[in-house]
């Protein structure tokens, strides 16, 4: 069973940078892909990244593109998202989950996930 914590959230202004952290933990980690994904107060939930188990590969939403930046240490058990040029669009709940495969990274089917952390951007 894969267990997942995120850290790393809060208030930001425009244009600020939040760096999320991903805590994993459990006895099959190494093999999962992991996905950053978001949930905003009426809106469905968005996949924003995605990592290959190896971090070979990498996945960005068109929202994120240019501005975000997955990466995973696999001797730490952590995997980041650094978040730049952040706006008031991107504020939701951030949530680490995993994947028992990249391609089901990418449409969002995931196994585990931790309990989320709030970005808020502020205008």
């Known amino acids: 069973q894969l267990q997942l914590v995120e850290s790393g959230g809060g208030l930001v202004q425009t244009g600020g940078s939040l760096r999320l952290s991903c805590a994993a933990s459990g006895f099959t980690k190494d093999y999962y892909a992991i996905g950053w994904f978001r949930q905003a107060p009426g809106k469905e939930r968005e996949g924003v990244s995605c990592?290959?188990?190896?971090?070979?590969?990498?996945h960005y939403a068109d929202s994120a593109k240019g501005r975000f930046t997955i990466s995973r240490d696999n001797a730490k058990n952590t995997v980041a998202l650094q978040m730049n040029s952040l706006k008031p669009e991107d504020t939701g709940v951030y949530y680490c989950a995993g994947a028992v495969s990249y391609i089901n990274c990418l449409r969002n089917v995931f196994t585990s996930w931790g309990q989320g952390t709030q970005v808020t951007v502020s205008s």
């Open positions: 990592i290959s188990s190896s971090g070979s590969i990498t």
